[in-house]
């Protein structure tokens, strides 16, 4: 099993139709298995998503909806975390760099949140990006903000050995190389977490050069398009997050790009390795993110919203013995989904309740339907469910108080989320009932 995660990687790939983006060897491996093209994170942050992804439970059932310290088994002591389930089925696994959370640049090096309990290998790579004066000397826009959440950006001319998640790929294929089963006898999960595309987003020059600036477009954004979208939505509302410069949206989208084109690199190289190794075969691969990133959609310039591209991840599965190769389904999934799937296709039992359903059956079949709806939240209190035409949002005071803020939006006529129909007649059964859905959920899962 080879699980690979970007952090803050949105579903900007070329296999998700991305124009900007190079990313030959993940579109080389979305041939042989199958994209999941409507894919949903369950929290807009880093910590809370990997953890309802690696527990199997929605933030709302778990009530981990923060970016705090301390260990998953602190938080999450009643649900076996995915690696450790896979551990106590006799697999040996491995840990590189971000599984669980860890803030991004500072907590480079060290465990982060992490479930020591689930590995047998744990390594705590870091390189040049993780040194302090290295990202001090990087440009910046905008005053405020932590270093892993303010808007920075370099592309030093630097090996991308020398980069930390240079350093955890060679610790990855090393890894490969000393558990191979064929040797050891045992199965092996192998989780490589890379730090980027996550801020500050210092990338090798060859991976800028690799992009074609004349393919950037900043996103229009209609007049007061603003006026409609409720406050609270904007979980960083600095000014230095918003309506950023041109020169520089311009360049932390090309920043951002870039450090996809690195992502796609190191991808390929583990996956090279696997495959030099014997190994393609009877491994099961999959590559995802941890939420999406705004690049100036609606005027923002990064993640923690609850619109579109704030939610929407990749997930790319490939199973050898699947039958569908190259296909993309098109049906509604979350990386819930991910630990359920994960357990049917190695014949594990979980040992708690799962919240999401397994996709096994759309490996083999991608024209299978998938889910009616996708639920997620956000900082503060933000619950949001999607259906296969329209998002309904609405923040409340706390989990059982009434919506003190909502968002309706009809995805089909306006994909690009430009009108809140909430206060529209014409779509008043509609809220109604997105807006019933949505709390029934909640309820059902005290
Ligand atoms: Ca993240
Ligand atoms: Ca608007």
Not at 51 to 76: D, I, R, V
Not at 103 to 130: E, F, H, L, Y
Not at 134 to 163: F, H, L, Q
Not at 419 to 442: C, F, H, Q, T
């Amino acid at each position: 099993m080879l699980f690979i995660i970007a952090d803050d990687l949105a579903d900007r790939l070329g296999c998700y139709g991305d124009p900007v983006a190079v990313t030959p060897h993940l579109d080389a491996l979305a041939q042989k298995g199958v994209v999941f093209r409507n894919t949903y994170c369950q929290y807009h942050t880093c910590g809370p998503s990997r953890a309802s992804m690696m527990s199997g439970k929605y933030p709302f059932e778990t009530g981990y909806t923060h970016n705090k310290g301390g260990t998953y088994g602190q938080y999450l002591a009643d649900y076996t975390s995915l690696p450790r389930l896979f551990r106590e089925n006799g697999y040996v696994t491995a840990r590189v760099g971000k599984i669980f959370h860890m803030s991004i640049p500072g907590g480079i090096g060290g465990p982060g949140t992490d479930d020591p309990s689930g590995w047998d290998v744990a390594v705590n790579n870091t390189g040049w990006d993780a040194v302090e004066e290295n990202w001090e000397k990087a440009t910046t826009c905008g005053e405020k903000g932590g270093s892993g959440v303010r808007i920075r950006y370099s592309a030093p001319e630097i090996d991308d050995k020398e980069m930390a998640d240079g350093q955890g790929l060679a610790a990855a294929v090393e890894l490969l190389g000393k558990h191979h089963p064929h040797k050891t006898g045992q199965p092996f999960f192998l989780a490589y977490g890379i730090y980027r595309p996550h801020p500050p987003m210092i990338v090798p020059k060859k991976h800028w050069d690799a992009i074609d600036p004349a393919t950037i477009d900043i996103p229009a954004v209609p007049e007061n398009d603003r006026d409609d979208i409720p406050q609270v939505n904007w979980h960083l509302h600095d000014p230095g997050y918003n309506f950023i410069p041109e020169e520089h949206g311009r360049n932390y989208a090309h920043a951002y790009y870039a450090a996809i084109h690195f992502v796609d690199a190191l991808a390929g190289q583990l996956i090279a390795a696997l495959e030099n190794q014997g190994l393609a075969d009877n491994t099961i691969i999959v590559f995802t993110g941890d939420q999406g990133f705004m690049l100036g959609e609606h005027g923002h310039w990064h993640k923690s919203s609850m619109l579109e591209e704030s939610q929407r991840v990749p997930l790319i599965i490939v199973d050898p013995r699947a039958k569908e190769k190259g296909k993309q389904v098109s049906g509604l999934v979350g990386l819930i989904d991910v630990y359920p799937t994960l357990c049917e296709l190695a014949g594990i039992q979980p040992k708690h309740a799962l919240s999401g359903i397994s996709l096994k059956r759309q490996l083999d079949d991608a024209s299978i339907p998938t889910k009616a709806c996708e639920f997620s939240m956000g900082t503060p209190n933000g619950y949001t469910i999607r259906t296969e035409r329209f998002r309904y949002t609405e923040w409340r005071k706390d989990r059982a108080g009434p919506a003190q803020h909502a968002m309706l939006y009809d995805l089909e006529k306006d994909p690009d989320e430009f009108n809140n129909l909430i206060d529209n007649p014409e779509y008043a059964a509609m809220r109604r009932e997105l807006r019933e859905k949505l709390g029934s959920v909640l309820l059902d899962r005290d």
